[in-house]
Each structure stands twice: as C-alpha cells, then as structure tokens.
C-alpha cells in the first residue's frame, strides 16, 4: 500500500503564491500519472492539473498561466505551484497517483490539503 501525503496547503490573500507537494511513502511501479484535483464546498471534485510519466502536463482552463505542476522522480513528489490566486481556489486540493499492473489501472489518492484565499 502506498500512502500520499499533501502538504503546504494554508491561508493566502488574493494574488499570493503557494506551492503544494504531494509525496508518496514509496516508489509506485507502473505509475502512469499524477493529478491535482480540488473540491470546494458544495462543488464536485475536479482536476486540475495533471502530468504524466513522459512529463506532459494539462491543466484545468481556470487555473492555465496559473498553476505550474512539477515533479521530483527521485523523492516520489509531485509538485502544484499556485500563482495570482484568487478567492474561487479555494477548496481542498487532493494529489492522486495513477499506475498499471497487470493491465489493469489502480489509483491512490492523498487525504487533500486545505488552500484559503481571502479577498
């Protein structure tokens, strides 16, 4: 079992900066891709951003020219920087992991981190 654990979420004014990190406990095989998803109250969780074992990234068009995600193959963590946030980022942001075994695609997810932008 692998454990992915977010961190670096908090509270910022409109047009600050954070940077999120997601670290796996170990080496996942097989992985595939990693995603940023957010949900906010209320709302259904979305993605957000996105990058896959080949280093393409995608992201969500709310947050393009925004949000910058990034990878550390070596530490297993994946990275979001969030730029010019603004009061609708607000939600919980969840890291998730994509892998093949057998064929067959599993998925792990963090437990999410909260990111507050105030006005």
């Known amino acids: 079992q692998v454990q992915l654990v977010e961190s670096g979420g908090g509270l910022v004014q409109a047009g600050g900066s954070l940077r999120l990190s997601c670290t796996a406990s170990?080496?996942?095989?097989?992985?595939?891709?990693m995603n940023w998803y957010r949900q906010a109250p209320g709302k259904q969780r979305e993605l957000v951003a996105a990058?896959?074992?080949?280093?393409?990234?995608n992201y969500a068009d709310s947050v393009r020219g925004r949000f910058t995600i990034s990878r550390d193959s070596a530490k297993n963590t994946v990275f979001l920087r969030l730029n010019s946030l603004k009061p609708e980022d607000t939600a919980v942001y969840y890291c998730?992991?994509?892998?093949?075994?057998?064929?067959?695609?599993?998925?792990?997810w963090g437990q999410g981190t909260q990111v507050t932008v105030s006005s």
């Open positions: 170990r080496t996942i095989v097989g992985i595939t891709a």
């Open positions: 998730r992991a994509l892998y093949m075994d057998a064929g067959i695609e599993y998925t792990y």
């Open positions: 990058i896959n074992s080949d280093g393409y990234t």
